[in-house]
T-cell receptor, first 114, second 112 residues
Framework: EPEVTQTPSHQVTQMGQEVILRCVPI?????FYWYRQILGQKVEFLVSFYNNEISEKSEIFDDQFSVERPDGSNFTLKIRSTKLEDSAMYFC????????????FGPGTRLTVT | GQNIDQPTEMTATEGAIVQINCTYQ??????LFWYQQHAGEAPTFLSY????GLEEKGRFSSFLSRSKGYSYLLLKELQMKDSASYLC?????????????FGGGTRVLVKP
């Protein structure tokens, strides 16, 4: 069964460093998402992406965050200058076009900022 | 904005039934989802309700009442592997990208 994949599974970085989290959505999906989950807290929406542009973003998704679909398969989340509070599990998700409603989540990248 | 409430934790016995309630407030409802999340893993889709009523899928059923802003997830014939967090999420009609807003999750512990 097709699945969303994410790399790396765990990333440790120092405060102020840039990180890029990578996702490969399911191949025929056209909607892409990033969510995050701080340990012990709820899953929070960050950004949605469709037709090569951001369709919606949350208040969390400030100027330090950016997304890109550099080629036909990858979808990346960049955090320009990481803060301690960016430590969380980051989930990528994707969805088919049209009336399909289910978002398929990847296994997540655990980001630890020290 | 949206507000989604569900109990923090529930305990049940193997073989029993557990009902997880979720109440929500949203100005543009466009579907309610239930996801299962094992510790340290990604959420996996369980069910979707957009019309009132009960949707049954094997041991799991989900109910929706839009007028009451209420849903429940029913887990029958509980198995030890059902110990997980169950996340209620709502989709907003006004959301351009179909984003999901999640509740805090209900951690279900199944005991032998």
């Amino acid at each position: 069964e097709p699945e969303v994949t994410q790399t790396p599974s765990h990333q440790v970085t120092q405060m102020g460093q840039e990180v890029i989290l990578r996702c490969v959505p399911i191949s025929n999906h056209l909607y892409f998402y990033w969510y995050r989950q701080i340990l012990g807290q709820k899953v929070e929406f960050l950004v949605s992406f469709y037709n090569n542009e951001i369709s919606e973003k949350s208040e969390i998704f400030d100027d330090q965050f950016s997304v890109e679909r550099p080629d036909g398969s990858n979808f990346t989340l960049k955090i320009r200058s990481t803060k301690l509070e960016d430590s969380a599990m980051y989930f990528c998700a994707s969805k088919e076009e049209g009336t399909s409603y289910e978002q398929y989540f990847g296994p997540g990248t655990r980001l630890t900022v020290t | 904005g949206q507000n989604i409430d569900q109990p923090t934790e529930m305990t049940a016995t193997e073989g029993a039934i557990v009902q997880i309630n979720c109440t929500y407030q949203t100005s543009g409802f466009n579907g309610l989802f239930w996801y299962q999340q094992h510790a340290g893993e990604a959420p996996t889709f369980l069910s979707y309700n957009v019309l009132d009523g009960l949707e049954e899928k094997g041991r799991f059923s989900s109910f929706l009442s839009r007028s009451k802003g209420y849903s429940y997830l029913l887990l029958k014939e509980l198995q030890m592997k059902d110990s997980a967090s169950y996340l209620c999420a709502v989709r907003d009609r006004r959301a351009a990208g179909n984003k999901l807003t999640f509740g805090g999750g209900t951690r279900v512990l199944v005991k032998p």
